[in-house]
C-alpha cells in the first residue's frame, strides 16, 4: 500500500490494519470449520476504497483529521448490521475527556455489486490473469466499498422503575394493541401445544419401553 500524504490518515490506516489483523488473529483460533474461515477478513480488499478517498477526497475527511489527532481513539471490529453487502464495520470512538461526550465514527465495509457480465476469458486476452482466471475487465465482480457516519450518543437511559412496573407497561401496551396481543396468544398457545405434544411423545416411548421389556 502506498503511503497517503496525509500523515494522520497513514497512521489511521495503519491501526485499522493491525485492528483487523488482531480480529482475524481472534477468528483464527476457532478456525476449525468452513465457517469461520470464510469470516477471515481479506485485508487489502477492505481498506482499499477506504485508502482511495483518503488520497481523493481530502476536504471530506477534515473532521476526521482533527478527531484524530486530538482525541485518543480505540478502533473496535464488530459484525456488520444486517446488510445483504455488509462485510464488517469498524468502529473508531473517540474518547473526549474534557466534554465528557464521546462519539463515534463507523465505517461499513461493504461489498459494491457490479454485474458487468458473465466471465468468459482466456489465457489469450490482454491482461489475463493465471493466478485470477480472469482479465479483471468487464467481468461480474462484487467490488469494495465501504460509508463512513459519524454519531454522537445523546442519551442513556434504562427502565424507571422495578419490574411489575415494566409488566404493567407490557400490559398496557398489549390491550392498545388488540392485534399483537392476540397474535402473541396465538403463539403462547401454539408453543404450549408443541411442548405438551413433544412430553407426551417422550412418555409414551418411555412407557412402551417398560412395557416391552
Ligand atoms: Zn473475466
Ligand atoms: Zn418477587
Not at 65 to 89: A, E, M, P, R, W
Not at 112 to 123: E, K, L, S
Request: aromatic share 16%.
Amino acid at each position: 500500500m502506498k503511503k497517503l500524504k496525509n500523515k494522520t490518515l497513514q497512521a489511521f490506516l495503519d491501526n485499522l490494519v493491525e485492528a483487523l489483523k488482531d480480529e482475524n488473529e481472534n477468528r483464527g483460533w476457532d478456525n476449525k470449520n468452513e465457517e469461520n474461515k470464510e469470516s477471515i477478513f481479506d485485508i487489502p480488499f477492505l481498506v482499499s476504497s477506504l485508502w482511495q478517498a483518503f488520497r481523493e477526497k481530502l476536504d471530506t475527511y477534515t473532521d476526521f483529521i482533527k478527531c484524530l489527532n486530538h482525541t485518543f481513539y480505540q478502533i473496535h471490529i464488530v459484525k456488520s448490521d444486517d446488510n445483504y453487502y455488509g462485510i464488517c464495520k469498524a468502529i473508531v470512538t473517540f474518547y473526549d475527556s474534557k466534554e465528557t461526550k464521546d462519539f463515534q465514527y463507523e465505517i461499513d465495509f461493504l461489498y459494491n455489486q457490479r454485474d458487468w457480465g458473465y466471465c468468459q476469458c482466456t489465457p489469450d486476452m490482454k491482461d489475463y490473469r493465471e493466478d485470477k482466471h480472469c482479465c479483471g475487465h468487464g467481468c461480474d465482480w462484487w467490488a469494495p466499498s465501504f460509508e463512513i457516519r459519524k454519531s454522537y450518543r445523546i442519551n442513556i437511559q434504562s427502565w424507571d422503575g422495578d419490574e411489575h412496573d415494566y409488566w404493567d407497561f407490557e400490559d398496557e401496551f398489549y390491550l392498545s394493541d388488540k392485534e399483537l396481543a392476540e397474535k402473541k396468544e396465538n403463539e403462547d398457545r401454539e408453543r404450549e401445544i408443541w411442548e405438551l405434544k413433544s412430553r407426551i411423545e417422550a412418555d409414551q416411548k418411555r412407557l412402551a419401553e417398560l412395557e416391552n421389556k
